[in-house]
């Protein structure tokens, strides 16, 4: 209401209008509005710290169908970030080298008991592998990359699994 003041007349108006909405919505659906923001921005995020593929190219990459594309996902072989918005599936471009996908990703996917299935579980771990990590030796200069950037260094990818471990522990 504070902020309605300090803006032009027809403005103000709006503002107060949203304010007099919004008191009228129950903390559930207030609750349940904030959780819908937040996923929209978490897939922003992620889609911002590296590249999305959609289905089709993924599985032209690969060279398989989409079919086969669906069941590498749901056999762990494949990490797939889904929009929680309109619920299509996403896949990270760092899984795949070669036109294959990198072995490393089913690994760490089975190393960490992700089900596949579990959308959350699994839109947990894409953000986690984005995220950045410091990956420098005391007295060294800063040095923070993405996760994903350091799966192929075998010390880099147990300090991966041990901080995702520790974000899934109540409280993080």
């Not at 709006?14 to 919004?22: G, M, R, S, T």
């Not at 937040?38 to 590249?51: N, T, Y």
């Amino acid at each position: 209401m504070l902020k309605a003041v300090a803006l032009a007349d027809e403005k103000a108006f709006a503002a107060l209008a949203k304010v007099d909405v919004e008191s009228k919505r129950s903390v559930v659906t207030r609750n349940q509005e904030a959780m819908a923001r937040m996923k929209a921005r978490a897939f922003e995020r992620v889609a911002s710290r590296c590249e999305l593929l959609d289905a089709k190219a993924a599985h032209e990459i690969l060279g398989i169908t989409k079919q086969a594309l669906s069941q590498k996902t749901k056999a762990g072989n494949l990490l797939a970030y889904t929009n929680i918005g309109n619920r299509r599936k996403f896949y990270p471009a760092f899984q795949f080298a070669e036109n294959k996908p990198r072995v490393v990703i089913a690994k760490l996917i089975k190393a960490l008991a992700v089900d596949p299935a579990d959308t959350e579980a699994m839109n947990f771990l894409v953000q986690h592998l984005v995220g950045q990590m410091e990956f420098s030796e005391p007295g060294e200069p800063s040095n923070e990359v993405p996760r994903f950037e350091l799966l192929d260094d075998s010390d880099a990818l147990a300090i991966i699994k041990r901080d995702y471990v520790n974000a899934m522990e109540a409280g993080q």
